[in-house]
DNA sequence: GATGAATGAGCCTTCATTCAT
DNA sequence: GATGAATGAAGGCTCATTCAT
């Protein structure tokens, strides 16, 4: 591997290790100890790639909407139309397994608090949530067909609609299933469009292509032995400290 | 005074230079000596009144729990039927300046982060969103008329829809205005409703009822002055780090 | 012992522990832990008196210049006369066990040398040097009788031979008697007088009256035991880095 | 090439940028990163060519000396005479741009205080300055005529004068011009001698042989552009940290 | 030879907590 | 009750040194 290669892949191990510790101890007890311990490195470690902790932090965060934003990306590019399928790959993405995981939601919530008082946090977040309220808007404005601002509002809410859930979901991930969430979401869009709300059994149930497209696990390529693995942190770990 | 009156009224001071400190420096960068300078009093007093600082940020959070609950309750309170003008009321409540402030949102939105890897934040959290979500299933339930799970699906989507807003309002508190956010939960409701929703050049508007209840500031008592109180923030100053 | 007091009093100790270390190993390798082991307190407590420890160390310098510049104002207070015998108390002052000893010339030469490159240090040091070099000036036009520029010349001589033969102790303070440098000094103002240079066995020696001023140890008042003394150093332990 | 001399010449880069080092941050901000970057080479370097930064500093000690030993033994080889005009040769070396640079007595300096508490580097000090005593009590003992033990004491004060004067050059080295050191000093042996002092409008100047001596700046062999010089440093720049 | 990634001891500093006054 | 001096664990960070490439 070239020294360049080395490089990226050392900061990328440090903040998956971050990332890890944020989920599972938040950000007021992560401590440069647990990062570098967690990704099976010396402490020194993170100021020889990383001007500070702080800095790493907000690499982390840059990562994590990274992937985020990687992810709706990858979903509409599936969708050659731009209306309702569209509409429903975007919900499906933002509740499959990889963007709705408690880990992620856990990390992602801590970064909203930190943002409340924190400059630097709040404009890569700030950055993100105009990107993603633009393409909703752009796909609202194709299925409802009414004013841009009226798109623009629908956005917004069915936006603000997706993070509450998101929220509801971090505080509470035994009792709410994905699925159930993205029932709602799409309900949300049904009664813009006045389409009717699916109901069985007293509960809304999301559109099928929604229903089929968040139970996809992404395969995530199996990290290959050999490269002193950080020891993996099994999902349940995470509330730990919950008890 | 009585002994045990000085007392309560000596933690309230302190919970109450908590809440400052962390809408302004966040969770992380609040320390014993920003809330004890904060309220006037002395560093070592804080384990005279509280067990520890976790046990203070608890309790803070509490305050903030009852602040809000106390809030819904009246605005109900206020409004005999169980029908549209409870939920009327209760968006008021959610976006009026008091519970919708960037103070406020701050500190909240630094318990929601922390709630999610620190399980005592966590159930105090969850127990007040059983408590608002109930009352929003019981009000939806008699203005829907459908089942209650119905019901109770749309006050996750309407509690859901509250919090992202919130949030939105929180990362950009200088772009978003209130009376907006409300206007915006109101059309979520007559949609749910079958009204049609209110749009005045292009954009959604509360209901009179809303507009109105939202706009009344709630008169703070004024603090004493004999108390010698923290030096007040004047609100812009909590985006002090923002620039 | 009033708080003031105990404030004043502590930051006192713990300069005269830097000294301590600084005379002892060098200003390189003074700690902070060094430093408050050798004042027998806690590592915490330098940055509870001084903001870091550079400025103990800013403060550590001042007190140096401090006591100097008490020593030589008394030793001249004692002498009503501005001619030769203020020049003689002047010099006895400069090389009396006080001024001249081992452990503070160390000092004074760690801080010379970490002068040449930070301003703070040489700030206050060209401020001492110029007050001394005041009042060697005016002793001398007294004393020579000639134009203030000849004794401005004089005066920076004899001081720049006084540091010298500093610097010569401080490099072998075994081999140098503190008696012989003072005669130096003396004999240089004979010859700028023109009196005869006395000298003793091929021996210069210094006139009686500073033989008098010098040989005088300032009685130290002994530290109450009841203090919690820092363990007094020998004095043979500053060389203990010199094998 | 040999192999020998390319060994020879990175220890005398790294040591040129010690030098350099030290002179502008002075010995305790002086990393090993400072010096292999001023060097234009590797971290990793250093303990390739010398078995420590003490090992380095200790040998940039050693060329400082030997450059100082080269620049009078020289000065006083143009001198076949062993008396005055030797001396006069002696004071031009001492006060010459080479020797009396601020950047060369910056580093001095700083080898003077570290010296005071670490043997190795003090030895090397005396070793050197018994030297130069023997060769200003030879020259001194010619042209004075009297004791040995009276040229001795007229070498160590000359010797004294010369550093007390070099310290003040370096605490100031705006306000003092090196021509009037010279002067200071050659007054010095004027006295010595009863020569009468030389003083045109109140100020001392030095002998005519002086006054041309120190005027000649050596010229330095100017390095190779191609040996990655490491960025020579403005004369000016050494005040950097003084502002 | 030379590089720079990696280590880990140790530094300065912060801060929750304790406790004598 | 209240203060603030004092503690010491733990934090982030620096840096001389080692070593695989």
Redesign the pocket.
């Known amino acids: 591997m070239s020294?360049?290669n080395?490089?990226d892949?050392?900061k990328a191990q440090l903040i998956a290790a971050a990332l890890e510790s944020i989920a599972k101890r938040g950000l007021m007890?992560?401590?440069?100890?647990?990062?570098?311990k967690g990704a099976?490195?010396?402490?020194?470690?993170?100021?020889?790639?990383?001007?500070?902790?702080?800095?790493?932090l907000r690499e982390a965060l840059k990562t994590l909407i990274d992937e985020y934003e990687a992810e709706w990306a990858e979903a509409i590019a599936k969708t050659g139309d731009e209306g309702r399928s569209k509409l429903d790959a975007l919900i499906a993405a933002h509740f499959n397994k990889k963007l709705c995981s408690a880990r992620r939601l856990n990390v992602m919530s801590a970064f909203w608090g930190h943002a409340a008082s924190q400059s630097a946090y709040r404009n890569q977040l700030e950055a993100a949530d105009a990107k993603i309220e633009t393409v909703l808007t752009s796909a609202l404005a194709h299925t409802l067909g009414g004013s841009l601002d009226e798109a623009k509002n629908a956005a917004t809410q069915l936006h603000a609609l997706i993070r509450g859930l998101w929220l509801n979901f971090m505080l509470n991930p035994r009792d709410v299933a994905r699925e159930m969430l993205a029932a709602q979401a799409a309900s949300f869009i049904d009664r813009l469009t006045g389409a009717p709300v699916r109901i069985v059994r007293d509960h809304i149930i999301a559109r099928p292509a929604i229903e089929r497209a968040i139970g996809e696990a992404k395969a995530k390529p199996a990290r290959k032995a050999k490269e002193a693995a950080p020891k993996q942190l099994d999902i349940e770990d995470l509330f730990g400290n919950r008890a």
Chains 1, 2, 3, 4 share one sequence.
């Open positions: 020294r360049a080395v490089k892949k050392r007890e992560t401590t440069i100890t647990h990062i570098s099976g490195m010396s402490r020194g470690i993170i100021n020889f790639y990383f001007a500070s902790k702080e800095m790493l």
